[in-house]
């Protein structure tokens, strides 16, 4: 099995968190890509260097400014501190952003209702087999939330896409190779929640599992509501389109949480 | 033959030069490896961020925040963006740190005579066959110069030591595995002068081939002196571990210059 682990920038910009979690990570076996946002490190970094955060319904617009600050502070410091301490954790880590081999390419959100996001990428075409490649030389991709285009625009992207995009894209080089003895790919996001709750205020109300029939009552008896829709949603896609399993959990417990499949 | 080629951050940082220099790394054939500098871009974001850079004899200090700001913006926006140019040129190319895949490992230069550079790497140990696996696959690497320690540091590193540290433990590797099939290593500094002249004052004074013999007699008779000299011993150094041939050349010229080999 191949292990596909998203982890917020925030967990990452504390430094006990981070190690805790890098920890864990290090301990999973078998071949394995790690996925970080960005956090409020490029906010912060923008405030000192008098860079106005530009906000649309609550979305950053990245402007020129604002996507030189990301590809310094995701693509550079995050990216690159994360890499150094897994080799301190016996982890042959490799950092990537979707330039580096052109594995991940995306267009520039075109401008729509008059809205303009500025430098962000909309993911069109991703290299499965790269990824594959890295990890057949023994090294552990660590990949910054940021894509690249045909014109050579560097380009904000949402970290949980480029996670979905990743393990679907490994998926399908597999499945196109006819590779069986890889396995299969899961895809694990971790949050600040013991998983999917029954009871959002309980972090011991965890549903186990969560299947589509399982999904389509939960939906109905308003158990599962609000911000966690658009994410399980999500993670049906990403089933749909090749990926074994998905895993939402809390960071400090990698192999637990809530497991998504299709069956 | 394999070309390790340096560039200073200079050219890096004025869009029409690295455009320039940039077309032609594209079209140099077979594999090919970039190491750029930083230039003074790190020393422009210090002074946005209100960060002093102290200097000692003429050296930059790096502390942890200038370590920070050299990780994002040579690890993060130089690399990135020349890995994403190369690429709208046709080159697949992956930016790496010395961490990235655990290829240049140093130690932070300890303090000597009272004078602590700070988080400054002294390489001690280059794996070569990770950027010969890389070439394997297609991929041209992109070279920031930051190292990494055993205990997890990241460390500024003076670009021109990479370079040759990259080229030797490249010509290294294919000597241990006993490949002769891959060619030689040729290491080219690209600076802002045609090459090693004869008068430092005219560009036409090129100096073409330079041996030991020449130099000794180019060094008696007081044509090279200065800051060449150590250049130049440089050279000889990695010739002596293995590389075939340096080449000292303008950024505007880079299969032109002064060539340097041992017979």
């Known amino acids: 099995m191949i292990q596909v682990i998203k982890i917020g920038g925030g967990i990452l910009e504390n430094e006990a968190s981070r190690e805790m979690f890098l920890r864990q990570f290090a301990a999973v076996e078998g071949p394995k890509v790690l996925v970080h946002g960005g956090g409020r490190l490029a906010t912060t970094m923008a405030e000192r260097l008098g860079v106005k955060t530009q906000m649309i319904d609550g979305r950053r617009v990245t402007d020129k400014e604002t996507l030189d600050i990301v590809t310094m502070v995701y693509g550079g410091l995050v990216n690159k501190q994360v890499v150094t301490l897994l080799h301190t954790m016996g982890v042959n880590a490799i950092g990537l952003t979707g330039a580096d081999g052109g594995w991940m390419k995306s267009v520039k959100r075109p401008i729509k209702n008059g809205i303009d996001y ?23 991709p660590v990949i910054a939330p940021i894509t690249y285009s045909a014109e050579g625009l560097l380009l904000n992207t949402n970290a949980d896409t480029v996670a979905s995009q990743t393990a679907i894209a490994m998926a399908e080089a597999m499945r196109r190779e006819g590779d069986e003895a890889r396995g299969n790919v899961q895809l694990t996001f971790c949050f600040e929640k013991a998983g999917v709750l029954s009871n959002p205020d309980d972090e011991s109300s965890l549903i186990a599992r969560i299947t589509p029939d399982s999904y389509t009552q939960l939906k109905a008896d308003g158990i599962i509501s609000g911000g966690m829709i658009p994410k399980i949603d999500n993670a049906f896609a990403a089933l749909q389109e090749g990926v074994q399993t998905v895993r939402i959990t809390h960071a400090s417990n990698i192999l637990g949480g809530t497991i998504i499949e299709l069956i």
Chains 1, 2 share one sequence.
């Open 118 to 140: 500025g430098y962000v990428g909309d993911v069109i075409e991703v290299n499965g087999a790269h990824l594959h490649r890295l990890l057949d030389n023994g090294l552990t």
